[in-house]
């Protein structure tokens, strides 16, 4: 039998002794793959990565890391529409069970102008360019916290999140739709509100 194992962090230790494992035996040792992002080694430039969406290097960006949910039509058509209204550059994550053409025509409707990102291998050097992630409970959160961007999360039903970013302060939770566009808006342009995100998504991570 197995002498010592491995996990992510506290929580994942926390699980694995409540399943019976012996905690004697039990090392936090993180994700290797976080590693190159803790460091951000390996990211390309910014010009690079504007060049692949056509974008202007003073645009600002949002991240939206997508999830297959009943609402997501809700979800981001709310997203698209405040940041249209604020003069952002929304790119799509996509979740890789998600279909592009179904944001494709909700764009097509409202005469908005769609980005996706279509190579993995560039998101997180997107995300470290943007100005904050937006998702519903896509572990995409978590690298972002890494990289030391905010995030906000959707949650337009009567469900708990599923995932407790917003719950532990770790990310801004927004329930109504109508509170999205001035939700991103300080995000952006209140430095507090960025530097109370990174305190508890540094205590979050660990």
Same mark, same amino acid.
């Given at each position: ?77 709310? =997203?698209?529409? #405040?940041?249209? +209204?604020?003069?952002? !550059? ?8 998600? $279909?592009? %053409? ?77 509170? =999205?566009?001035? #939700?991103?808006? +300080?995000?952006?342009? !209140? ?8 305190? $508890?998504? %540094?205590?979050?991570?660990?």
């Amino acid at each position: 039998s197995s002498t010592k194992f491995a996990c992510w962090g506290k929580t994942s230790k926390e699980a694995l002794i409540g399943y019976g494992g012996d905690e004697k035996k039990i090392i936090v040792t993180g994700c290797p793959r976080y590693d190159s992002l803790i460091k951000k080694h390996g990211f390309k430039l910014k010009d690079d990565i504007y060049k692949i969406f056509d974008l202007n290097n003073d645009d600002k960006v949002v991240v939206y890391a997508t999830n297959v949910m009943p609402e997501q039509e809700l979800m981001f058509t709310a =997203l698209a529409k #405040a940041c249209n +209204e604020l003069n952002l !550059k929304l790119i799509l994550a996509l979740h890789p069970a998600d $279909k592009e %053409e179904f944001y494709q025509n909700i764009c097509s409707k409202n005469n908005w102008k769609l980005f996706v990102n279509r190579d993995f291998a560039n998101l997180f050097s997107l995300i470290n360019y943007s100005e904050l992630l937006v998702t519903k409970a896509s572990t995409v959160a978590i690298e972002a916290m890494i990289i030391d961007k905010p995030i906000i999360t959707m949650n337009f039903t009567t469900a708990p999140d599923r995932l407790p970013f917003a719950k532990m302060g770790a990310a801004i939770g927004v329930y109504k739709p109508d509170d =999205l566009k001035n #939700a991103i808006s +300080e995000v952006i342009n !209140k430095e507090e509100i960025r530097n109370k995100l990174k305190k $508890k998504a %540094e205590e979050f991570l660990k």
